[in-house]
């Protein structure tokens, strides 16, 4: 490959990688928000939230597609680049992190609405199922609403 077309292959990979780090590092501030939203059950500011995160997603998927043509179609500009991709690893660890105390938090709050329900329809929050594997749903006597 020419001088030139490599060095506009380099060019191009170190600036996929800097808007991947760039937008890493928003999905991260993203999940902050997102983790205060579930805390303070705010619904709009979780959608908000969900909806940029989104965005976010794709435009790493579009990226990451990006950088591994570059990467495959120059070579030795991703062994120079290499850690520049560790630190965009590095952070989407911290943002695999995030989104599992999120996912704990919602979690949490379905046990809590479902322990809601089963107390006021009289219905057990987990099903049970007989030893020929049907399935039963045993009632209170007195369920303490109707729907």
């Given at each position: 490959?020419?001088?030139?077309?490599?060095?506009?292959?380099?060019?191009?990979?170190?600036?996929?990688?800097?808007?991947?780090?760039?937008?890493?590092?928003?999905?991260?501030?993203?999940?902050?928000?997102?983790?205060?939203?579930?805390?303070?059950?705010?619904?709009?500011?979780?959608?908000?939230?969900?909806?940029?995160?989104?965005?976010?997603?794709?435009?790493?998927?579009?990226?990451?597609?990006?950088?591994?043509?570059?990467?495959?179609?120059?070579?030795?500009?991703?062994?120079?680049?290499?850690?520049?991709?560790?630190?965009?690893?590095?952070?989407?660890?911290?943002?695999?992190l995030h989104n599992q105390r999120n996912?704990?938090?919602?979690?949490?709050?379905?046990?809590?609405?479902?322990?809601?329900?089963?107390?006021?329809?009289?219905?057990?929050?987990?099903?049970?199922?007989?030893p020929a594997g049907l399935l039963h749903?045993?009632?209170?006597?007195?369920?303490?609403?109707?729907?």
């Amino acid at each position: 490959m020419n001088k030139p077309m490599s060095s506009e292959l380099s060019e191009a990979l170190a600036a996929t990688l800097a808007e991947m780090r760039e937008t890493v590092d928003a999905l991260v501030a993203t999940l902050g928000e997102e983790h205060q939203a579930l805390e303070h059950a705010d619904t709009p500011a979780l959608d908000r939230a969900g909806a940029t995160k989104l965005i976010q997603m794709r435009k790493l998927d579009r990226l990451d597609a990006e950088r591994v043509q570059l990467s495959n179609a120059a070579p030795q500009a991703a062994d120079r680049l290499k850690p520049a991709w560790t630190q965009v690893l590095q952070s989407l660890e911290k943002c695999r992190l995030h989104n599992q105390r999120n996912g704990g938090l919602v979690n949490q709050r379905l046990a809590q609405v479902r322990r809601a329900l089963s107390a006021l329809t009289g219905e057990r929050d987990e099903p049970v199922y007989d030893p020929a594997g049907l399935l039963h749903s045993p009632q209170r006597s007195q369920p303490l609403a109707q729907a």
